[in-house]
């Protein structure tokens, strides 16, 4: 093994090694800030310390504590995404804005994961969602020029990110590759049925999970089986999840089953995720309360609602909007196989 490999991540030898991808993740970002800036987006700079760090059941925030003048101190938590603040700035009157920052997630750390990573997000007001999964489709195209690579590949996959898209509904997906008919497993306004998707896991063989809820079983069935076959060849969008799938978008028109929110994925990665976005505060409180139910029975925990946030929905315009993993996307245009590759300086273990 190589003095390199074994070494702390600032050892110049190590850090030699890993100059190029670094440079390359440079001329990325400063192409990702020119492409926003000729198309009007306004780059902004969200707090990564709030109230409420977001409110979706498996994420898991790092906690804080904010003292005041007086001394006392106050919960605060780093944002998992600067989502909440950036909806507040659209209701504010922006139409066009994005961040590219530092987000934080718990519990995370693997070849794709890392506790501290960069987050590029962006919305549209008075836009539809096809905008931002044109944005999306562009950007991951723009990675690909800027560091001259023809194809991604990853863990034996192999992505062209030039090539047409694959556009997949999630429903097409399980049926093309789990035989599963998602939608029947789901009654005409979206509320799952348990029983009928556990049977149909049964039908083509599958084991069923101890927890069987039907969102449990949805996520076993899209890791085993559909996400491994998605940005096979070319980018997969898949789009149209189920509604119970996507607590911040809204539902798509004339099918309350499905909603507008999408992911991205090349070589078997997700890349990103999009919404066409909820904006009825009523529905997003049930929906939040719905996931800190969940949190708190698996984990023993919930986070605050943003109280703030639910207000400005009364205001914000209609949008649509997106966060890309700016580190995973680096990753796949340079060839790493690690996400703290292509980071500056990772977080110490």
Not at 9 to 15: K, L, V
Not at 170 to 191: K, S
Request: glycine share 6%; proline share 5%; aromatic share 8%.
């Amino acid at each position: 093994m190589s003095a390199s490999s074994t070494s702390p991540w600032w050892h110049p030898e190590r850090h030699a090694d890993r100059r190029t991808l670094l440079l390359a993740r440079a001329r990325f970002d400063a192409a990702v800030r020119q492409w926003l800036g000729e198309r009007d987006f306004l780059v902004v700079d969200p707090p990564g310390l709030q109230r409420s760090p977001g409110n979706e059941t498996h994420l898991h925030a790092f906690s804080a504590e904010m003292i005041g003048n007086d001394g006392a101190g106050q919960a605060m938590y780093l944002h998992t995404s600067p989502e909440f603040t950036m909806k507040k700035l659209l209701a504010a009157g922006e139409k066009r804005i994005a961040s590219l920052q530092h987000v934080w997630r718990n519990r995370e750390r693997s070849a794709l994961h890392h506790p501290e990573f960069t987050m590029l997000e962006w919305y549209r007001a008075g836009e539809p969602y096809e905008a931002i999964i044109a944005d999306t489709l562009a950007i991951i195209a723009l990675a690909a020029e800027v560091t001259g690579i023809k194809r991604f590949e990853f863990r034996g996959r192999i992505c062209d990110p030039r090539a047409e898209a694959e556009r997949l509904s999630v429903a097409e997906a399980f049926q093309r590759f789990a035989d599963i008919d998602l939608l029947v497993t789901m009654d005409a306004e979206g509320v799952p049925d348990d029983a009928a998707l556990a049977a149909q896991m049964e039908r083509i063989g599958m084991a069923l999970p101890d927890d069987r809820r039907w969102s449990y079983l949805f996520t076993h069935v899209l890791v085993e089986k559909v996400e491994p076959e998605l940005g096979n060849g070319r980018v997969t969008v898949l789009d149209r999840y189920p509604a119970c799938e996507a607590a911040l978008a809204r539902r798509v028109p004339g099918d309350p089953r499905v909603s507008e929110r999408f992911e991205v994925y090349a070589c078997g990665v997700e890349l990103a995720n999009g919404f066409g976005e909820l904006t009825d505060a009523a529905e997003q409180r049930v929906r939040f309360e719905a996931e800190m139910d969940e949190k708190h029975r698996l984990y023993g925990e919930r986070y605050p609602v943003d109280e703030d946030f639910l207000a400005a929905l009364d205001y914000m315009p209609e949008a649509s909007g997106v966060a890309l993993g700016f580190d995973r996307l680096v990753m796949l245009a340079t060839g790493a196989q690690r996400i703290e590759a292509v980071l500056w300086a990772p977080v110490a273990e």
